[in-house]
């Protein structure tokens, strides 16, 4: 790994983690939903990093989109807050 | 020979499965026949290849031209040529039944046996593959398929039942997925055979940490103590056929993977003691939370539970009369509970509440239902001359061989409850007076075959168990004798 | 083929058949049944080869179904005894509803009676006790009373009993490596003091339970009672003897001959105790059902003391006194059920003054009554003058004193028994009732006179015991046709005693009626004039109420004390249990996760210990 | 109090699992396995650049026939769960609820549909060569039509169409497979029966390419189906079916 | 700096499975708990990559650039079963996405604290 790509891996983990917690703390979920979202776009350049292309462009199609996608339509049908 | 390849039992499911939809729209009674064809092939199949089975050479078979451990492998033995050859019989009978279900309103029949179809190749994937990944794909496809079909019906509290096994299972799936990776890590390869040889140089530290990964996320199929939250909902919200092949087929595959894991993949001191424990923790909360339930079908859900304890304490044993036994008592269970399923079916369709006190009299207004419950209810009790004596009996002196008396008395007082609840039930059935006006609902032709189907083999094997107890000898040897397994899957490694 | 698997399809066949026959119409149903009670017995006494034996090898366990001696005798019971009982039903059920079920359930107890008494081994003895057990069963809820309070508790208790003996089987099949019942008792004496006790205690279990000793009696009163009477006849005559067959094997050849008579000697006093309370309680019972019921278990009392006892002259006297119980009750259930069916209840404050009405069933009644009460002509008298004479010979002089109470204080139920039902005055709404049917009439009376001769030839009887002793270790066992011998010298002629008994009696039974047909004026029993207290129309002032008032407060200390009470709360403090472990399904599904990963962090902390790394 | 709980437990956890794997540090190459042979059977033999997809495909070719079930069954699972009986429906066309989008959307939508599906397409079918296949590719092109279905109201999926490309897709992969226990060399389900080709070659690589494009036909139309599914959902609130 | 890694990115991917596992646990909204499902496949799938990643190694393709030269591969096996374990864990959660809506339909809640008809 070259250091620029240390650092990068680095930012990414801080992100992980910052948008974990957005994901699972954020009453309104909708943003929870979107901080999934984030998680998998950072993952998938972790894979990339991590030289597992293949994974990268599954979990990029996969998690980004269409997780994300299915999450904001359940939360339309059903409750956009997470009630006290 | 080509026809009778095991991965048929895989694979033509999974072709027809895909294929439904348009046999549907070709014509619509093809969704009904059509899988019965495949079911009555591959159960055709199986028994073809399990009555020819020669001993100490299972059919090991390479999936796409590369030879294990390279190539993910499925292995025909005898001990999962029993398993899959029940599952298969199972299947079949349970399609026999659900058949005509649609004349007692069951409706989206292309689903129901799309998701069945997937069930039970799921199930017999589980069971047949030698592969611990490809293991893990299976579990997820009988465990999806199981949450479609307990959330089948609607107006019920199916998709809460569905909720709860789903989180479960996710949970496991997770801790499934972990143990492949840190034995992936450990020993390069996730062939099982492979697995069994180079795990005995791992850290016994890491291989605790890996056995009880494993032993949590199988437990959850195998309806263990702790981890069986989901069984009572599941088993009393999904339609009645469905809650057969609960019983018959996804316990079935669960403690089949259990047992694999811990005998043959991976030797661990002290996980049998475990196995002890948590089986009879099994068995005495379920047995116990049977006795109070008002509803049928939870009840029966309890008392598979309890079932699926039992398997497991006599599994415990590692002796080669506990595994006899477990086996006679899988078999029981899968044949006889998938009985009470079927039987329970009609009549909590007729008793719109489901409760038992709402069973009064259906002894008369529903003759041949109530009987084929109540010679279930006797043969799981173990009462001769049904096929459930046997495998207590069996169970019972393979304990007494283990030198553990008090699990004897502990399983004997349990049964004491077992027999109080389900004659509870009986006794209703038969010698009350009927105190509720309601729609009957008799059962159609096929469901009848199929059940008649179930009580012949319990009385036949009740009657003369040597029916099958070649089979569970062979078997067992099979699954004690774990050189072997390693010799006919990887011929040129060897234990040590 | 073999005479003894014959025998077992034939009854296997039969009981098919008369389902199947009842399936399709009474009649036929009924004729099947008549003709399946005939081809029994016969075939059991003419065609049976008792030295056959087979032998099969099922699931890896040996089975081998033989007759011995032993096994014989009690055969003998309940093949004389069953076909009459079915016989009798015939007539007793008639019109009745699931006769199917009912005739299916009980040939199949025949079923397992006959199979426990030719098995030597312990698998086919579990199997057919098992099968004896739920066919009872079914019998026992067979008209839909109490199925949650006594059928439940008949089952519960015979599960018990049952898995006692199943645990016992298996401990024995561990340390002998053999489910021979030969191989046990041979390798009885090396087994360390702990298995001994271990596998003969339960088998014990299992078989006092059957025969309702003392704390495992609670059971009994009910099923006697709500079962049809015609079941009840086999059900307390021959049915619970399977449980005397066993404690005799394995009191008597196990326990007795190892030098651990304190065993005998314990279950002797639960069987004294029995004898004692149930008495006591049987006499302050209205119900004629429940009367007898508490009666066989006083006399099962009888002859488990004698059996614990375990020596030759008591377990003598046991096996007789157990073949006497299954003739007089047999006949006094029949009876009862007879006046059930025709007079419409068993209550002896309703129902009296049938003894003109139903002449036969009175006379079976009498004499049934007098072989148990042990009075002298017949056999109930010799049978106690045994188990006196080894009492005492053994030195267990409290127990001759229990006995004997218990003895004298029957002839209070005997008597309540009688008057309560036939002598009195009869009532105007009993002036319809009849005769019962010849078919119910003929086994008892078959029966009755089957106690006369026995009276008068107790060695048609002894012959057989002294047989049957030799298999639990009792050779030349001495007995005599009609003379018993004491140990003192003294004998008794019973021939004779018998003879003049009878002259006598019969003698004032005719002085008796003609006086009585004389002198006697109709009063109503219910029209009673009391000096300035209102009568309300309920209370019933009958004779028959009441009976024993002033014996019931002088012994009202004792019977306050009711074990089934403590069963009860026992039970009731399971269910709790039960409710309470249920709780951990709290339906919320985060919380069964929340077990999964709580289970996970348990096996983790502990895992050190459990895989000992 | 029960939070506080369960993060211990998580701890615990952690603390275990943490040592497990501390004991495999990151980046080492301990071990001797089967990636090895993968490594060298997949371009020398099979002829197929890509390890991953080799080994997806061939290698471990049973496990993505599992994979395409899953994603199957979690589309009949969930047109199972969300099914409505028809007279519930009383003959309306089923309407999603989402509202219009916006005249920008609409137009940027149906611009980027087509290369979306070509991209997709690209993926899949170079999937033994680059990275991704048929998984992604699919997941791409279902990507696409979810564009579209967001963005109008009115567009609605061929059903039949979807019917026939899922089961035509899907019975590609087992009837390969089955054909495979016929012509192939070691009569395996699955093995691969025709030419392999030149290594980083289009045509290369056997069945594999096929299995991937039918793979990916299967994915896109699956997860497209999943997709209209969930969107066609009618109202929220209470279900008078469910009560 | 090895070192920092191993930790850094093994303890971020648990980190975010226990985040998962936090939210499947103690959160009450079913969606949440869905959510937390999610997180927690997601921490496992960078685990498992993290696991089959080889100091220096390149991604295992023989493009035109690699082939004939003797390069580190990263371990093929772990991503092989991580695109399996990707697309489960999207099939798994859109069923449980299909039973969030049912059960809101049918409950009107998403607590599922007050999802409990069946019980004991």
Known sequence: ?84 | MVISDPVYFIALPLLTAFLLPLFGKIYKPLIGIIPGLVFAFIAYISFDLYLNLVPGKPIVIQLAGWAPPWGINLVFSEFSGFVVTLITFLAFLVWVYSYNFKKVGFDNSKKYFTLLMLLVAGSIGVVLTGDIFNMFVFLEITAISSYGLTAFYKGRDSAEAAFKFLLIGSLSSTFILLAILLLYKQVGTLNMAEIAVKAQSIDPKMKSIIAILFMIGLGIEAEMFPMNGWVPDAYSQAPGPVAASFAGMLAKSGIYALVRVFYTVLEVDGIFDLLLIMGILTIIFAEFSAMRQTRLRRMLAYSSIGQMGLIMVAFSFNTKAGIFAGLFLMFNHAIIKSLLFLASGFLTYSTKQKKIRDLDGFGKIMPFTSLMFGLGAFAIVGLPPFSGFWGKLNMLVATADSNLYFVIALILLVAVVEVVYYFKVIGRLYFRQQHKEVEVHKPTWNAIAAMSVLAIVIIGVGIYPDLITDYLTKATNELFDKASYIHNVLPNLSLN | MNSLVLLLLIIAGGALLSYFGHRINQLLGNITVFIVALIIPIYWFTQVDFTETVSLTISGFHLEWGYNMYGKLFSMIVMILSPLALIYAIGYMKDQKKLATFYFSFLFSILGMTGILMSRDFVSLFIFWEIMTWSSYLLVIFFGKDVEKTGIKYMVFSALGAYAMLMAIVIINNNTGSMMLADYFTAFGGFSLQTKLLTGILLMFGFALKSAVMPLHVWAPGAYSNTPMAYTSVFSGALSKMGIYGLGFVVVNLFAHANMSIVGDVLAWLGAITAVLATFSAIFQDDAKKLLAYSSIAQLGYIVTGIGIGTELSVMAGLYLAILHAAFKGVLFMAVGAVERQAGSTDMTVVSGLVRKMPFTFFASLIAIIALAGIPPLGGFVAKWMLYESLITNGNFLMVIMIFLSSTAAFLYCYKFLFGLFLGQQEPEFDHVKEASPLMVVPMILLSLFLMVTGAYPGIVLKYIAAGMTNLGFHDVSWQMSVLTNTWGDSVNFQHIFLAVVVVFVAFLIFLTWRGYKHSTKVSTKDISVSGEMIKPEDNMTYSKDFYKPFERVLQPILKWKINKYYDEFGKGLEALFDFMRRIYTGNGQTYAVYVITFLVILLVFSKSIFGY | ?243 | MQEFLTYGIYGTAFFLMLLGLYAALVKKNLVKIVIGLSVLDSGLHLLFVAVGYISNGTAPIFSPAVVGKNVVMVDPVPQALVLTAIVIGFGVTAVALALVVRLYRKHNTTNIDEIKNLKW
């Open chain 1, 1 to 84: 790994m070259t250091h620029t790509e240390i650092i990068l891996t680095v930012i990414s983990l801080v992100v992980l983690i910052i948008a974990g917690f957005y994901a699972v703390m954020k009453k309104d979920l909708i943003h929870a939903v979107i901080a999934t979202s984030v998680i998998s776009l950072v993952l998938s350049l972790v894979f990339y990093l991590l030289q597992a292309p293949d994974v990268a462009l599954t979990e990029a199609a996969i998690g980004i989109a269409l997780s994300t996608i299915i999450f904001i339509i359940t939360v339309r049908n059903t409750k956009r807050f997470e009630d006290k």
């Open chain 4, 1 to 243: 109090m029960k939070k506080v709980i369960i993060i211990g437990f998580l701890g615990v956890i952690a603390y275990y699992l943490l040592s497990a794997f501390a004991s495999v540090p990151f980046g080492a190459d301990l071990i001797k396995g089967v990636k090895d042979f993968y490594l060298d059977k997949s371009p020398n033999d099979l002829k197929v650049a890509n390890v991953v997809t080799s080994i997806v495909v061939n290698f471990r070719g049973f496990d993505t026939l599992g994979e395409v079930t899953v994603l199957f069954l979690a589309s009949t699972a969930l047109g199972s769960i969300l099914y409505r009986r028809r007279s519930h429906d009383s003959g309306l066309n089923p309407q999603r609820t989402a509202p219009e989008a916006s005249a920008l959307v609409q137009t940027g939508a149906k611009v980027i549909f087509p290369f979306t599906i070509m991209l997709g397409a690209y993926i899949f079918i170079h999937g033994h060569l680059t990275p991704g296949g048929g998984f992604q590719g699919g997941a791409i092109i279902a990507t696409g039509f979810l564009l579209m279905l967001v963005s109008y109201r009115k567009f609605f999926i061929e059903h039949n169409a979807l019917t026939w490309i899922e089961a035509i897709a899907g019975s590609t992969f087992v009837i390969l497979g089955l054909l495979g226990l016929v012509y192939a060399n070691n009569h395996n389900f699955l093995e691969n029966f025709l030419p392999a080709g030149k290594l980083n070659d289009l045509l290369s690589g056997g069945i594999i390419g096929i299995i991937y494009v039918a793979v990916g036909f299967k994915v896109g139309a699956e997860i497209t189906g999943i997709l209209d599914t969930l969107l066609t959902v009618k109202e929220t609130g209470l279900d008078p079916e469910e009560n």
